[in-house]
């Protein structure tokens, strides 16, 4: 079974700009959750999609934002880019998100802001 | 919301010793703890989980206990290697309540031999 699948898995852009950041779960798994990951802050929770619903959102300004699509696929999106915003992004997904489900992560998109 | 709290931030044993990290978290509806093992450059990889059913769990070296009253639960390492060393998360969430997994801030683990 193919694992969690981050495209792409490096990207630079330039502030003011946005972008578009892919996540394919693992086959079955229906929630997807969203992680920044920085030196010295660990893994900050970003938002939780399920069956195309967002079910958590974590304390991220709306320049933040995510989708979930019916093959349970999800995206992130990020506006305005700011240097702070460098960083790996990381998703993981669960098999229903609820009861004795693990999550299970990708390798994450390096995103470098100049 | 739940705010999940790790020490020490930093950690090094020699080869051989025992190695234990400690989390305490603020949800007291939080029901599911797992730990994360992230080597350098690659994914986080689950470890061990506990619910809140269990006291104890062990896996051959590694060993996590609950303490739900004090809201605390730690990881235990014995006969550390040098392959042990790498980036150790924890985490704790109401997974019934489908909550959101939160994440302490991680210990990384140097093992010298």
């Known amino acids: 079974k193919a694992g969690v699948t981050q495209t792409p898995r490096y990207l630079i852009k330039t502030r003011g700009q946005q972008v578009t950041l892919s996540c394919s779960p693992i086959?079955?798994?229906?929630?997807v959750s969203w992680y920044q990951q920085t030196p010295g802050q660990g893994l900050q929770f970003l938002f939780e999609?399920?069956?195309?619903?967002?079910?958590n959102k974590g304390n991220f300004p709306g320049r933040f934002s995510g989708r979930q699509f019916s093959n349970s696929r999800s995206e992130m999106n990020v506006s305005t880019l700011e240097l702070g915003d460098s960083a790996l992004y990381l998703c993981?997904?669960?098999?229903?998100?609820?009861?004795?489900?693990?999550?299970?992560f990708g390798d994450g998109t390096r995103l470098s802001i100049l | 919301g739940e705010n999940v709290e790790q020490h020490p931030s930093t950690l090094s044993v020699q080869e051989g010793d025992s190695a234990v990290i400690k989390c305490t978290y603020s949800d007291s509806a939080s029901n599911y703890f797992p730990w994360y093992k992230q080597e350098l450059g690659k994914r986080p990889q689950l470890i061990i989980d506990?619910?809140?059913?269990?006291g104890e769990k062990k896996d051959q070296r590694i060993a996590v206990t609950l303490n739900k009253t004090a809201k605390h639960f730690s990881l235990h390492i014995t006969e550390t290697q040098p392959e042990d060393s790498a980036v150790y998360f924890c985490?704790?969430?109401?997974?019934?309540?489908?909550?959101?997994?939160?994440f302490g801030k991680g210990t990384t683990l140097s093992v010298s031999s």
């Open positions: 506990i619910r809140s059913n269990v």
């Open positions: 999609y399920f069956s195309e619903t967002q079910r």
């Open positions: 985490a704790a969430s109401n997974r019934q309540a489908g909550t959101a997994l939160i």
């Open positions: 086959s079955g798994h229906r929630s």
């Open positions: 993981a997904s669960s098999l229903d998100g609820a009861g004795n489900q693990p999550q299970h």
